[in-house]
């Protein structure tokens, strides 16, 4: 079962929480409509910032969106000023109050959504697509990754007939339900048309109840960031 399903699906409710955190009712499927649209405007306009995730969470008359970045600076701007039009211009879309959090990943090598921006970006670029794969590999081992896997397919080298390729280091345990795997799909545009590139990568295994809520942990974390400034200030 675990070697045909999205390992995140697969394990949402169990060490993976939602990417959107709201009540739906009648409106579910507006709401649903409205991410979308916020997700794809946000992955436009930020294309340069190596966005990872972006969590939308929802109450009556706010919504709070977590963007998980390798760069966050191009998102904040210079004294935050782009991080404010970025407000303005989704409040026009959604018609409500926004509030933005902005995380910084601090190893990007073990993000499978961010490795595979990485490798698009390299096969765009005319390296060989088997360079760009193994250097990825190297630098997530390096980063003790417990395994990686990556699938390419497509035209590769503009080859007439379309295959398949795949490199793996380390274990890949999909059918683990506690194996903390973090998996995406990026496609690279090239003159021979798209290639697909899957990522597959296993930082750990998880024991004990782990929080789904996106959000509760870092707000924690910020809390006792500020009480600590606080107590230095005093």
């Not at 910084?104 to 970006?121: N, T």
């Not at 630098?139 to 793996?168: F, P, Q």
Request: aromatic share 6%; charged share 30%; no cysteine.
């Amino acid at each position: 079962m675990g070697q045909k399903t999205n390992p995140i699906g697969n394990r949402l409710g169990i060490i993976r929480g939602w990417d959107s955190n709201w009540y739906g009712g009648n409106n579910y499927g507006d709401k649903l409509v409205e991410d979308n649209k916020i997700r794809k405007y946000i992955s436009a306009r930020l294309s340069k910032a190596s966005v990872s995730s972006i969590i939308i969470e929802r109450t009556l008359k706010l919504i709070t969106i977590t963007i998980t970045t390798a760069r966050p600076g191009i998102i904040i701007g210079k004294a935050g000023q782009e991080v404010d039009k970025l407000k303005e211009e989704l409040k026009k879309i959604t018609s409500k109050e926004i509030q933005i959090n902005i995380f910084e990943i601090k190893r990007p090598e073990l993000d499978a959504k961010l490795v595979g921006m990485s490798i698009a970006r390299q096969i765009e670029s005319r390296i060989s697509y088997r360079r760009a794969i193994k250097m990825a590999i190297a630098a997530a081992m390096r980063m003790n990754s417990e395994g990686i896997k990556i699938v390419i397919s497509g035209r590769l080298n503009g080859a007439e007939m379309a295959r398949s390729e795949t490199y793996k280091e380390g274990r890949i345990p999909l059918s683990t339900f506690r194996a903390d795997i973090d998996y995406s799909v990026v496609e690279a545009h090239t003159t021979y048309g798209r290639l697909g590139i899957k990522v597959w990568i296993m930082k750990g295994e998880v024991y004990g109840k782990r929080e789904l809520s996106p959000l509760v942990g870092m707000t924690k974390k910020s809390s006792q960031n500020s009480n600590n400034s606080r107590q230095r200030r005093k």
